[in-house]
């Protein structure tokens, strides 16, 4: 991102931009629309970014705005770089200095040079979900309860719910409690807004919230920079959160010259507390608004484009329009049908190996979406046997590893000795002999005098404390300090880090322990230091706090390598704004993809199904779909029942493809194997459901028990519950117990045979 500066430049007269007539009809009418506020409803693979591109290129280069002026709002990294870049390329130099990136990093900044009106100093530290996590774990056990039985994720959880809603602790702890959860919330909520004041910090919530505390508070605040921001353009609207909502009105409410750019079929982000409505109301907010819609399709075929219509046009709440594409018809959609996931895992890599021999694709070129987190284990597995890289995005971050954190903690105590959950990680890590109790009587001492942690250790003589103890805290405060002192000398950050290496000792301990684990973990140091080195020489003026803002601003996308020559295993959620020509998406079974209903089915089934066109509509050549009729939960194996968006899917584009299908393949072939498994296994798809037996490879299978009409997806009558669907089934013989979700009474657990169930 850019360095900003307030001083303004003076505008250069250029003839009108030549760039302009590159862009289609719709395109140019959004891109050239100035004054007033604006919706553009941009389709999936319709230009949005592009659009985006060329109207802040015109703004600077036709209609004379000083990039100053120009506020974009994006939500990653990723798609700011980007758009920066295609920008430069447009119009050179006048790019410079314009105010883009997340909303999260753009009113950081804001707030660092405003912090002090709101009782912070400019170099507040940002605290992420694991810090928030443990501050909010010392508070639990400070008010009495267990963190093993009272989940500091769950109150993490609640308190940023609250905090998206701009709902404060004051306003929570008076109108939001209604159970005993609450109440501890409230609690908590309380003191940890407290605790992050007084250790000079904010949590990623904070950098929403607290700009709109400082504009309502200073209206002169507000004023500057309504004056500086007269056109203000924002991505992605569909998933703003109130929040974000509240705070860019805020800012447009002088010029409205407000631009968004969205696209409601795409709004997946509800339990991060994206509101829909946001985009679906523009209108009524702005009632001299235009609205512009953007439904040529660049990216996909014909066949995907009518596949992903067919489908989100089963949503009732959506702004009308149809998605079409010059492109080819394409092929159709292969739907795989499986016995298992090991199963569908294993022919989904064969035709990855298949598509790339055919039509010589990279690995790169690939992705497979799934719906949890936990679907990718056995495509990794399968992947692995066929000596395919691949890429997991969404496992755990550099960032987020032990020893990375530790060595960014020690770092952030250079900037922000008030730091708590800083100085709490490492004050002991490596061991230097810095207990436990001594550091229960510390903080105890520190909440008692209502004093930071570390202005307690920086008069550690005064404390009642062991002396052993007090000397060898006396040693860390030395080297904190004198560290601090050759930062702020101006030393490089690549030598100060190096220093504080080797003074902590944190190096020489993993060496010296010289296990695998401890080795690998030395490695992930050196390429931190690496990274402090990239940054160091690639920024003017490169500053330790501005290091580890970037850090912690770090979002998934961001985490993505998309030039890795390796197959892309990642969730639906984290493929949106990607394309890749092959895309398969696995696992579309009831209670999986959709996910079963949370607080209202209708309500959660819409989202379900905009994450299904998402999903779709990555897909540029070639799209799969594939379920499995069987799957492990819970330890056991279960039936499943394949997912209704499949019945919702037009049925012209799509061919099944059974295991059947693929046996009659390979017996015209000679050859008696099922091609999508690494095992002699034949098995015909029209049987009822069976159990391999234990042994060799060559098992046969058998009967687990009859027909009957109670599988999963079976509508079902009861008397007292009433109608509903079988959606889970568990056990064998009269053990049998099925899951049915009854539309007036919710979800039950029945034992089959003394349940009264009939079959509607």
Same mark, same amino acid.
């Given at each position: 991102?850019?360095?900003?500066?307030? %001083?303004?430049?003076?505008?250069?007269?250029?003839?009108?931009?030549?760039?302009?007539?590159?862009?289609?009809?719709?395109?140019?009418?959004? &891109?050239?629309?100035?004054?007033?506020?604006?919706?553009?409803?941009?389709?999936?693979?319709?230009?949005?970014?592009?659009?985006?591109?060329?109207?802040?290129?015109?703004?600077?280069?036709?209609?004379?705005?000083?990039?100053?002026?120009?506020?974009?709002?994006?939500?990653?990294?990723?798609?700011?770089?980007?758009?920066?870049?295609?920008?430069?390329?447009?119009? #050179?130099?006048?790019?410079?200095?314009?105010?883009? #990136?997340?909303?999260?990093?753009?009113?950081?900044?804001?707030?660092?040079?405003?912090?002090? +009106?709101?009782?912070?100093?400019?170099?507040?530290?940002?605290?992420?979900?694991?810090?928030?996590?443990?501050?909010?774990?010392?508070?639990?056990?400070?008010? /009495?309860?267990?963190?093993?039985?009272?989940?500091?994720?769950?109150? $993490?959880?609640?308190?940023?719910?609250?905090?998206?809603?701009?709902?404060? @602790?004051?306003?929570? +702890?008076?109108?939001?409690?209604?159970?005993?959860?609450?109440?501890?919330?409230?609690?908590?909520?309380?003191?940890?807004?407290?605790?992050?004041?007084?250790?000079? &910090?904010?949590?990623?919530?904070?950098?929403?919230?607290?700009?709109?505390?400082?504009?309502?508070?200073?209206?002169?605040?507000?004023?500057?920079?309504?004056?500086?921001?007269?056109?203000?353009?924002?991505?992605?609207?569909?998933?703003?959160?109130?929040?974000?909502?509240?705070?860019?009105?805020?800012?447009?409410?002088?010029?409205?010259?407000?631009?968004?750019? #969205?696209?409601?079929?795409? !709004?997946?982000?509800?339990?991060?507390?994206?509101?829909?409505?946001?985009?679906?109301?523009?209108?009524?907010?702005?009632?001299?608004?235009?609205?512009?819609?953007?439904?040529?399709?660049?990216?996909?075929?014909?066949?995907?484009?009518?596949?992903?219509?067919?489908?989100?046009?089963?949503?009732?709440?959506?702004?009308?329009?149809?998605?079409?594409?010059?492109?080819? %018809?394409?092929?159709?959609?292969?739907?795989?049908?499986?016995?298992?996931?090991?199963?569908?895992?294993?022919?989904?890599?064969?035709?990855?190996?298949?598509? !790339?021999?055919?039509?010589?694709?990279?690995?790169?070129?690939?992705?497979?979406?799934?719906?949890?987190?936990?679907? !990718?284990?056995?495509?990794?597995?399968?992947?692995?046997?066929?000596?395919?890289?691949?890429?997991?995005?969404?496992?755990?971050?550099?960032? %987020?590893?032990?020893?990375?954190?530790?060595?960014?903690?020690?770092?952030?105590?250079?900037?922000?000795?008030?730091?708590? $959950?800083?100085?709490?990680?490492?004050?002991?890590?490596?061991?230097?002999?810095?207990?436990?109790?001594?550091?229960?009587?510390?903080?105890?001492?520190?909440?008692?005098?209502?004093?930071?942690?570390?202005?307690?250790?920086?008069?550690?003589?005064?404390?009642?404390?062991?002396?052993?103890?007090?000397?060898?805290?006396?040693?860390?405060?030395?080297?904190?300090?004198?560290?601090?002192?050759?930062?702020?000398?101006?030393?490089?950050?690549?030598?100060?880090?190096?220093?504080?290496?080797? =003074?902590?000792?944190?190096?020489?301990?993993?060496?010296?322990?010289?296990?695998?684990?401890?080795?690998?973990?030395?490695?992930?140091?050196?390429?931190? $230091?690496?990274?402090?080195?990239?940054?160091?020489?690639?920024?003017?003026?490169?500053?330790?706090?501005?290091?580890?803002?970037?850090?912690?601003?770090?979002?998934?996308?961001? +985490?993505?390598?998309?030039?890795?020559? @390796?197959?892309?295993?990642?969730?639906?959620?984290?493929?949106?704004?990607?394309?890749?020509? /092959?895309?398969?998406?696995?696992?579309?079974?009831?209670?999986?993809?959709?996910?079963?209903?949370?607080?209202?089915?209708?309500?959660?089934?819409?989202?379900?199904?905009?994450?299904?066109?998402?999903?779709?509509?990555? @897909?540029? +050549?070639?799209?799969?779909?594939?379920?499995?009729?069987?799957?492990?939960?819970?330890?056991?194996? =279960?039936?499943? @029942?394949?997912?209704?968006?499949?019945?919702?899917?037009?049925?012209?584009?799509?061919?099944?493809?059974?295991?059947?299908?693929?046996?009659?393949?390979?017996?015209?072939?000679?050859?008696?194997?099922?091609? #999508?498994?690494?095992?002699?296994?034949?098995?015909?798809?029209?049987?009822?459901?069976?159990?391999?037996?234990? /042994?060799?490879?060559?098992?046969?299978?058998?009967?687990?028990?009859?027909?009957?009409?109670?599988?999963? /997806?079976?509508?079902?009558?009861?008397?007292?519950?009433?109608?509903?669907?079988?959606? =889970?089934?568990?056990?064998?013989?009269?053990?049998?117990?099925?899951?049915?979700?009854?539309?007036?009474?919710?979800?039950?657990?029945?034992?089959?045979?003394?349940?009264?169930?009939?079959?509607?």
């Amino acid at each position: 991102m850019q360095k900003f500066s307030l %001083q303004p430049e003076s505008p250069k007269p250029v003839s009108k931009p030549n760039f302009i007539k590159e862009l289609n009809d719709q395109q140019r009418k959004a &891109a050239t629309h100035v004054n007033g506020p604006l919706l553009i409803v941009a389709g999936a693979g319709s230009g949005k970014t592009r659009v985006l591109t060329y109207r802040i290129a015109y703004l600077l280069q036709q209609h004379h705005a000083l990039p100053h002026e120009i506020l974009a709002l994006t939500f990653t990294n990723k798609a700011a770089r980007e758009m920066q870049e295609r920008i430069q390329k447009l119009i #050179g130099d006048r790019a410079t200095n314009l105010w883009m #990136g997340t909303f999260h990093s753009v009113f950081s900044k804001i707030l660092r040079f405003e912090a002090e +009106k709101i009782g912070f100093s400019s170099n507040f530290s940002i605290y992420d979900t694991s810090d928030s996590e443990n501050a909010i774990k010392l508070i639990l056990k400070e008010i /009495g309860f267990d963190p093993k039985e009272i989940k500091p994720r769950t109150i $993490q959880r609640k308190i940023s719910d609250a905090k998206n809603q701009l709902i404060l @602790a004051d306003t929570y +702890k008076s109108r939001f409690v209604h159970s005993t959860l609450d109440d501890i919330t409230a609690q908590v909520y309380e003191i940890y807004q407290i605790r992050l004041e007084q250790t000079n &910090a904010m949590d990623f919530d904070d950098l929403l919230i607290k700009p709109v505390q400082l504009f309502k508070e200073h209206p002169d605040v507000l004023e500057k920079y309504q004056d500086k921001f007269r056109y203000i353009l924002i991505d992605e609207y569909q998933d703003t959160n109130h929040a974000q909502y509240k705070v860019t009105s805020m800012l447009a409410e002088k010029y409205r010259n407000l631009c968004v750019v #969205g696209d409601d079929a795409q !709004s997946i982000y509800s339990f991060r507390g994206a509101d829909i409505t946001n985009i679906l109301n523009f209108k009524s907010d702005y009632d001299n608004a235009v609205e512009i819609p953007l439904e040529q399709n660049y990216r996909s075929t014909k066949f995907i484009l009518q596949c992903a219509d067919s489908v989100i046009k089963q949503n009732q709440k959506q702004i009308q329009k149809t998605l079409w594409t010059d492109n080819s %018809q394409g092929e159709t959609i292969t739907l795989l049908e499986n016995f298992d996931e090991r199963d569908e895992a294993n022919r989904i890599v064969n035709y990855i190996k298949d598509l !790339s021999l055919r039509h010589g694709y990279q690995y790169n070129e690939f992705a497979v979406l799934y719906r949890t987190n936990y679907q !990718s284990r056995v495509f990794e597995e399968a992947l692995r046997r066929k000596n395919i890289p691949y890429q997991l995005v969404g496992g755990l971050s550099f960032y %987020q590893r032990k020893e990375v954190k530790d060595v960014l903690a020690y770092l952030t105590l250079l900037v922000n000795p008030d730091d708590e $959950q800083a100085l709490l990680r490492i004050i002991n890590e490596p061991s230097r002999g810095i207990g436990n109790k001594t550091l229960n009587e510390i903080l105890k001492k520190a909440r008692n005098e209502k004093r930071s942690v570390w202005g307690i250790l920086s008069n550690v003589e005064s404390a009642d404390l062991y002396k052993p103890a007090k000397v060898k805290i006396g040693e860390f405060v030395k080297m904190i300090l004198s560290l601090r002192n050759q930062l702020q000398s101006g030393i490089k950050l690549t030598q100060v880090t190096r220093l504080m290496l080797e =003074q902590s000792g944190y190096v020489r301990v993993l060496v010296e322990e010289n296990s695998a684990q401890s080795l690998t973990r030395r490695d992930n140091v050196l390429e931190l $230091q690496n990274a402090i080195a990239y940054y160091e020489q690639n920024n003017k003026k490169p500053n330790l706090a501005s290091f580890l803002q970037e850090i912690s601003l770090i979002t998934d996308s961001d +985490k993505y390598d998309e030039n890795k020559p @390796a197959v892309t295993l990642m969730t639906v959620h984290a493929s949106k704004g990607l394309e890749f020509p /092959g895309v398969f998406i696995v696992g579309l079974e009831e209670n999986l993809f959709p996910m079963g209903a949370r607080g209202g089915e209708d309500a959660n089934i819409e989202e379900e199904r905009r994450l299904f066109y998402v999903a779709i509509t990555r @897909a540029q +050549k070639h799209l799969f779909f594939s379920f499995s009729k069987m799957r492990f939960k819970y330890g056991e194996e =279960q039936r499943q @029942a394949r997912s209704r968006f499949l019945d919702e899917v037009d049925p012209g584009v799509v061919r099944t493809e059974t295991g059947a299908t693929i046996l009659q393949n390979n017996r015209e072939n000679g050859n008696e194997t099922h091609s #999508g498994n690494d095992t002699n296994i034949e098995y015909d798809w029209q049987s009822p459901i069976r159990t391999k037996k234990p /042994g060799s490879l060559n098992s046969t299978f058998e009967y687990e028990y009859d027909e009957d009409p109670f599988t999963v /997806g079976t509508v079902v009558q009861h008397a007292t519950f009433g109608t509903g669907k079988i959606v =889970q089934r568990n056990g064998t013989g009269k053990d049998t117990r099925v899951v049915v979700f009854f539309k007036k009474r919710g979800q039950k657990t029945l034992m089959l045979r003394a349940a009264g169930l009939s079959v509607i």
